[in-house]
T-cell receptor
Framework: AQTVTQSQPEMSVQEAETVTLSCTYDTSESNYYLFWYKQPPSRQMILVIRQEAYKQQNATENRFSVNFQKAAKSFSLKISDSQLGDTAMYFC????????????FGPGTRLSVLP | NAGVTQTPKFQVLKTGQSMTLQCAQDMNHEYMSWYRQDPGMGLRLIHYSVGAGITDQGEVPNGYNVSRSTTEDFPLRLLSAAPSQTSVYFCASARGGANLNTEAFFGQGTRLTVV
């Protein structure tokens, strides 16, 4: 079974600075997808970024980028120019075809952006 | 466009009571699923469905039933609520099919407390 580990339960960063959230996963599969989801206090789950395992290029979405190290099974999220609105719980998630759209989530990292 | 709608948003049950959490999506998505979110554990898959009339168990199915009589609706039933089922419940939907490069959409969640 796949497992996802996020070793940082809580982190904080000053506004405008850069922060990196860590995620490691365990799988014997070669084809899979990795995701970062953001959950603000509203509870809504918001997709931040997605990475396909067969793509070597790291995904980027505006201020959010990932460092995908397939051999090390590592998938960290870097948030640049942190904003107060980035304060949220962040979940790393794994999905393996052909399981449909079933996610395996990590336990989450609570990020606080300080003014 | 309503997306994924969950009702109710909050519920308090007494031990042994039954109830149904409702989930409806208006995007004609084939795939729907239910997760529960507990502190320090992320989201865990309860049940999922790849289409009308087809359901399957996820990681933590005990104590929950589901059915999928229409594409739009995927209710989650608690037959005899227990305090261990106190959690936040999320419904999700996705286009499904062979192409997994699609985004999953989550409802706003239901906070359930069993006393």
């Amino acid at each position: 079974a796949q497992t996802v580990t996020q070793s940082q339960p809580e982190m904080s960063v000053q506004e405008a600075e850069t922060v990196t959230l860590s995620c490691t996963y365990d799988t014997s599969e070669s084809n899979y997808y990795l995701f970062w989801y953001k959950q603000p206090p509203s509870r809504q789950m918001i997709l931040v970024i997605r990475q396909e395992a067969y793509k070597q290029q790291n995904a980027t979405e505006n201020r959010f980028s990932v460092n995908f190290q397939k051999a090390a099974k590592s998938f960290s999220l870097k948030i640049s120019d942190s904003q107060l609105g980035d304060t949220a719980m962040y979940f790393c998630a794994f999905m393996k075809p052909p399981s449909g759209q079933n996610f395996v989530f990590g336990p989450g990292t609570r990020l606080s952006v300080l003014p | 466009n309503a997306g994924v709608t969950q009702t109710p948003k909050f519920q308090v049950l007494k031990t042994g009571q039954s109830m149904t959490l409702q989930c409806a999506q208006d995007m004609n998505h084939e795939y729907m699923s239910w997760y529960r979110q507990d502190p320090g554990m992320g989201l865990r898959l309860i049940h999922y469905s790849v289409g009308a009339g087809i359901t399957d168990q996820g990681e933590v199915p005990n104590g929950y039933n589901v059915s999928r009589s229409t594409t739009e609706d995927f209710p989650l039933r608690l037959l005899s609520a227990a305090p261990s089922q106190t959690s936040v419940y999320f419904c999700a939907s996705a286009r499904g099919g062979a192409n997994l490069n699609t985004e999953a959409f989550f409802g706003q969640g239901t906070r359930l407390t069993v006393v």
